[in-house]
């Protein structure tokens, strides 16, 4: 199955932050959570590029075989 859109980068941070507190419970320290704001930066700027590669297929031109 093929991916239709992007999340979101709120949706993203949300399960990165549960994911870090789920682990952090189970391994049972605090796990320092900065580095979701990096992770989240890096994402930002691939949207475009992954939103291009989701979109790319509905809006190619099809060759009707003139």
Known sequence: ????RVPEPALVRSVLVAVTGVIAFV???AIDTA???SVLV???LLTPV???VLIRPAVSPVDKGR
């Open 1 to 4: 199955m093929r991916p239709t």
């Open 50 to 52: 992954l939103a291009g």
């Open 27 to 29: 391994v049972g320290h």
């Open 42 to 44: 890096i994402y930002g």
């Open 35 to 37: 580095w979701i704001e």
